[in-house]
C-alpha cells in the first residue's frame, strides 16, 4: 500500500489564484480529512467525509472546497487564494485501526 | 464539545533523562485519545492510542501515556531519553462514534534534548 498521498509537496501561489489540492489513499477507507497546520496553533480541520458522495465542514472551512466521488480521491479547492491560506496541509484518512493515517503534506505560500 | 490542553509549548530535557508532556482533555462522551510526533519537515506518527481499554497505553519508541478519567489527563512519559525524541507532540482527542470521527489537536509540545 501506498497510504495517504499528497501532491503537489510545496507550491507557489499568488493572491487570487485557484488550484487544487490532491489526496489520494490506497487502503479503502471510508473516512478522510483535511487539516492546516499554522505555528502554535496545532492542526485544524478544514473538511472532512465520512465516504463518497458525504462532505462536512470542519473547524475553519472559509475559502475551500471538497468533493468525494469516490473512496480513493479527495481533493482540496482552493477558489481564490489569499495570504491567509499560507500553511502546511495535511490529508488524512482514519481505517480500522481508529486512528488517522496521515499524508505527507502540502507546503503552500501565498503571496 | 470536545477540546483539549497541552499544558507546555516547549519542554527541554537531558539525554537520559525521563520525558513528561502533559495533556489533559475536555469531551462529552467516552473520548479516544492519541499522541502524534512531528519531527523537523516531516509528516505525523501515530506514537500510541487510548481507546477505553488500558489505562495504560504503550507506544512505539518507549513512550507511553495514562489515561486518567479523574483528572482528565492523558500525560505522555518516556524514562529515559534520546536525541532522536527531538520533535514535536500533538495530544489529539475524539469523541466520535468509530467511522465518524471529528480530531481535535492540541497546540503542540516542542521537545528538545540535551545532550
Known amino acids: 500500500n501506498a497510504g495517504v498521498t499528497q501532491t503537489p509537496k510545496f507550491q507557489v501561489l499568488k493572491t487570487g489564484q485557484s488550484m487544487t489540492l490532491q489526496c489520494a489513499q490506497d487502503?479503502?477507507?471510508?473516512?478522510m480529512s483535511w487539516y492546516r497546520q499554522d505555528p502554535g496553533m496545532g492542526l485544524r480541520l478544514i473538511h472532512y467525509?465520512?465516504?463518497?458522495?458525504?462532505?462536512d465542514q470542519g473547524e475553519v472551512p472559509n475559502g475551500y472546497n471538497v468533493s468525494r466521488s469516490t473512496t480513493e480521491d479527495f481533493p482540496l479547492r482552493l477558489l481564490s487564494a489569499a495570504p491567509s491560506q499560507t500553511s502546511v496541509y495535511f490529508c488524512?484518512?482514519?481505517?480500522?485501526?481508529?486512528?488517522?493515517?496521515f499524508g505527507p503534506g502540502t507546503r503552500l505560500t501565498v503571496l | 464539545a470536545q477540546s483539549v490542553t497541552q499544558l507546555d509549548s516547549h519542554v527541554s530535557v537531558s539525554e537520559g533523562t525521563p520525558v513528561l508532556l502533559r495533556c489533559n482533555y475536555s469531551?462529552?462522551?467516552?473520548?479516544?485519545l492519541f499522541w502524534y510526533v512531528q519531527h523537523p519537515n516531516k509528516g505525523l506518527q501515530l506514537l500510541l492510542k487510548?481507546?477505553?481499554?488500558?489505562?495504560l497505553v504503550k507506544g512505539i519508541n518507549g513512550f507511553e501515556a495514562e489515561f486518567k478519567k479523574s483528572e482528565t489527563s492523558f500525560h505522555l512519559t518516556k524514562p529515559s531519553a534520546h536525541m532522536s525524541d527531538a520533535a514535536e507532540y500533538f495530544c489529539?482527542?475524539?469523541?466520535?462514534?468509530?467511522?465518524?470521527?471529528?480530531?481535535?489537536f492540541g497546540t503542540g509540545t516542542r521537545l528538545t534534548i540535551i545532550p
Open positions: 489529539v482527542v475524539s469523541d466520535g462514534d468509530f467511522g465518524n470521527e471529528k480530531l481535535t
Open positions: 487502503m479503502n477507507h471510508e473516512y
Open positions: 467525509s465520512v465516504g463518497a458522495g458525504i462532505t
Open positions: 488524512a484518512s482514519i481505517g480500522t485501526s481508529g486512528s488517522e493515517d
Open positions: 487510548y481507546t477505553s481499554a488500558a489505562t
Open positions: 469531551s462529552s462522551y467516552s473520548p479516544s
